[in-house]
Each structure stands twice: as C-alpha cells, then as structure tokens.
C-alpha cells in the first residue's frame, strides 16, 4: 500500500494558532460577499428585478448544491496542487466572475431580457464551480490549521465575527436598496460585495500550511468507499441532506412570499435575514463552548 507522502513543513501549533486571526478576517470579510451577491436576499431579489420567474429563479440556485458533486471528481487533484493553494485561487476566481454581474444593466440595453437571464445564468454556473472546487481545498485545509483543543471555541468566535459582519451588511443592504431605483442599489451592493470578496483572499492568504500532498489514486478511491461505508457517516450525510432540504427552499423564496403576499418592501426583505443571525448570534458561543468538552 502506498501511503500519502505528507508535507515536511507543516506549521507549527503557535503558527496554526497566528493563522487563526487571519481565518476569522477572511470569514468575517466574506460574509459582506455572501450578503450583497450570491446567498441573501439581495440576489433573490435582483433576479426577481431582471424578469425572472420563480422556476426560473430555482433552477439558477440549484447550480450552488450540485456543483458540489465536483468534489467526487478533483479531490485528488486538488490534494495533489495544494488546498491552500486551490482554495485561494479559485476564491479569486469566483470572485472575478462575480465582477462580470456588475455588466448586467448595460447587457440588458443592449441585448434584452431574454439575452441578459442567459449571462447572468453563466455567471452563477461558473460562480458555483469555483466555488465547489475552493471549497474541496478549504476543508480540509482547515482541519490542519486548526489545532483540535480550540476547534469549538474557533468555531464560536468565527461564526461570532461573521454573523456580526452579517448583521451590519444586511442592515447596510436594507438602506442601499430601500432609497435607489432600477438597478443601481443592486450595482452597488455587488460592486462592494466583489471588494470584499478581494479582501478576504488576502487575508485567507496569511493562514499556514495546506501544502500540495501526493496520493496515490487507487489508495484515494479506496479511501472513499471506506467512509461511505461508516454508519455514522452515512447518518451525518443523511442529517445534512434532511436540514438542507428544510432551510433551502424558505431562505430561497421566502423573499419573495413577504413582498408579495405580505406586502413589505424590498428593504423590509432584506432585513428579515437579521433573524436568523441574530437567533445564531445568542447562541454560538455557548455551542462551541460545549463542544470542546
């Protein structure tokens, strides 16, 4: 059997521990990115905004799960070119295919609806492959920054910092789009989201380690069947699936069913999402707490 040859400089614990201040940043950082493009209200909205209907607008946001199904494919190459350095990259990258949403008014003069829902329909294909293939370099990159005796007080402070990040953008998001018209508020939030899209690879760049490591192919798949085959994991899979199926199909459409079945206006929309973070800020810390004992 051949066994994964491991990287010779892997970082030290005082270094994963340095490292940690720049994951909860580049979190932090991202969470404006998640809230003014692809994963909030606003985005469900401007869709709305460009004509799209409500299949349309599912069929666009299925592209983000099962762009997943990637990870099956280039996990070995992934391992192979370094999770690091994958991650960065194609974080880069989703965020460059991000920018080209900042065209959409002019495409739209210029071409038309039907034209513009087909170019905006491009950009999330490309934006969700980019960002399945980064997130099969993050995760286990992470697992190797993050030294096990702080894994849950990690996790707290990280999702502390985000969701509180989170808060600020969509309140942010709610003022921008409750006082512009057409298209411009969407613009603007997104042209912000894509710089801190910028600044977040920065300073996911300054965490340590996730050095290329060569495995051998056939040792890889067997590797795969051996976890599908763990019961608890299975279970844990099955659990994901179940919540995802759950939460999915709310945060996507509710949006939509409070402005146009409520009646609330697209700033009122948005800032409903300060729920959710808000249920999650109370209680993280108390979690990742207990989880470490």
Same mark, same amino acid.
């Given at each position: 059997?051949?066994?994964?040859?491991?990287?010779?400089?892997?970082?030290?614990?005082?270094?994963?521990?340095?490292?940690?201040? *720049?994951?909860?940043?580049?979190?932090?950082?991202?969470?404006?990115?998640?809230?003014?493009?692809?994963?909030?209200?606003?985005?469900?909205?401007?869709?709305? &905004?460009?004509?799209?209907?409500?299949?349309?607008?599912?069929?666009?946001?299925?592209?983000?799960?099962?762009?997943?199904?990637?990870?099956?494919?280039?996990?070995?190459?992934?391992?192979?070119?370094?999770?690091?350095?994958?991650?960065? =990259?194609? *974080?880069?990258?989703?965020?460059?295919?991000?920018?080209?949403?900042?065209?959409?008014?002019?495409?739209?003069?210029?071409?038309?609806?039907?034209?513009?829902?087909?170019?905006?329909?491009?950009?999330?294909?490309?934006? &969700?492959?980019?960002?399945?293939?980064?997130?099969?370099?993050?995760?286990?990159?992470?697992?190797?920054?993050?030294?096990?005796?702080?894994?849950?007080?990690?996790?707290?402070?990280?999702?502390?910092? =985000?969701? =509180?990040?989170?808060?600020?953008?969509?309140?942010?998001?709610?003022?921008?789009?409750?006082?512009?018209?057409?298209?411009?508020?969407?613009?603007?939030?997104?042209?912000?989201?894509?710089?801190?899209?910028?600044?977040?690879? *920065?300073?996911?760049?300054?965490?340590?380690?996730?050095?290329?490591? =060569?495995?051998?192919?056939? @040792?890889?798949?067997?590797?795969?069947?051996?976890?599908?085959?763990?019961?608890?994991?299975?279970?844990?899979?099955?659990?994901?699936?179940?919540? #995802?199926?759950? #939460?999915?199909?709310?945060?996507?459409?509710?949006?939509?069913?409070?402005?146009?079945?409520?009646?609330?206006?697209?700033?009122?929309?948005?800032?409903? @999402?300060?729920?959710?973070?808000?249920?999650?800020?109370?209680?993280?810390?108390?979690?990742? *707490?207990?989880?470490?004992?």
């Amino acid at each position: 059997m051949t066994t994964p040859t491991i990287p010779s400089s892997e970082p030290t614990v005082v270094e994963k521990m340095r490292g940690l201040r *720049w994951s909860i940043a580049g979190d932090a950082v991202n969470s404006i990115f998640v809230q003014f493009t692809f994963f909030g209200s606003v985005f469900i909205l401007f869709l709305d &905004a460009l004509g799209l209907g409500k299949g349309e607008i599912g069929l666009l946001l299925s592209f983000f799960p099962f762009a997943g199904l990637i990870a099956l494919v280039i996990a070995p190459a992934v391992a192979r070119f370094g999770y690091k350095r994958t991650f960065l =990259t194609f *974080w880069a990258l989703r965020t460059v295919i991000t920018a080209l949403l900042l065209f959409t008014p002019r495409v739209l003069a210029a071409f038309g609806e039907a034209p513009t829902i087909l170019y905006v329909g491009l950009i999330v294909a490309g934006f &969700a492959l980019c960002r399945a293939t980064g997130e099969t370099g993050k995760y286990p990159w992470t697992q190797e920054y993050v030294p096990n005796h702080v894994r849950g007080k990690f996790s707290a402070l990280d999702n502390f910092f =985000t969701t =509180t990040v989170g808060i600020l953008a969509v309140a942010t998001a709610g003022f921008v789009i409750d006082r512009t018209t057409d298209l411009r508020g969407f613009m603007l939030l997104m042209g912000a989201g894509v710089l801190a899209g910028f600044l977040s690879v *920065w300073a996911y760049s300054y965490i340590p380690g996730g050095l290329p490591i =060569t495995e051998n192919e056939r @040792q890889t798949r067997r590797e795969l069947r051996d976890a599908i085959g763990d019961t608890s994991f299975r279970n844990y899979l099955a659990a994901i699936a179940l919540m #995802t199926l759950a #939460t999915t199909p709310m945060t996507s459409f509710l949006p939509l069913f409070m402005r146009e079945q409520v009646g609330l206006g697209d700033g009122q929309v948005i800032l409903l @999402q300060n729920g959710t973070l808000l249920g999650s800020l109370v209680s993280v810390y108390a979690w990742g *707490w207990a989880a470490d004992r």
